[in-house]
Nanobody, 121 residues
Framework: QVQLVESGGGLVQAGGSLRLSCAAS????????MGWFRQALGKAREFVAA????????NYADSVKGRFTISRDNAKNTVYLQMNRLKPEDAAVYYC??????????????WGQGTQVTVSS
């Protein structure tokens, strides 16, 4: 089992930036991919971004392409989500997730506790 701890959420004005971090510990060697999902109040959880641990290749939801960047620091077992030009519709609880493949992250058993992002208009 891998443990994931997110940090970096908070309140920001529309157009501003935040950087989320997710530190992984435990059985990290079994996870080839990590990513971020988000869930706004009253809405379903949705995919945001993912990264393959070894290659560094990434993919993004259309709604965040060009504004968000996912990256990783292998030495620190940490994944980051740099969020720029934030919009009110980006407000949500952001969850870090780890799994064997970017294609199956949504059904992974390894999730962080979530970090709140609030965007004021």
């Amino acid at each position: 089992q891998v443990q994931l701890v997110e940090s970096g959420g908070g309140l920001v004005q529309a157009g501003g930036s935040l950087r989320l971090s997710c530190a992984a510990s435990g059985r990290t060697f079994s996870n080839n991919a990590m990513g971020w999902f988000r869930q706004a109040l009253g809405k379903a959880r949705e995919f945001v971004a993912a990264i393959r641990w070894m290659s560094g290749s990434t993919n993004y939801a259309d709604s965040v392409k060009g504004r968000f960047t996912i990256s990783r620091d292998n030495a620190k077992n940490t994944v980051y989500l740099q969020m720029n030009r934030l919009k009110p519709e980006d407000a949500a609880v952001y969850y870090c997730v780890a799994g064997p493949s970017t294609l199956t992250l949504g059904t992974s058993c390894s999730w962080g506790q979530g970090t709140q992002v609030t965007v004021s208009s």
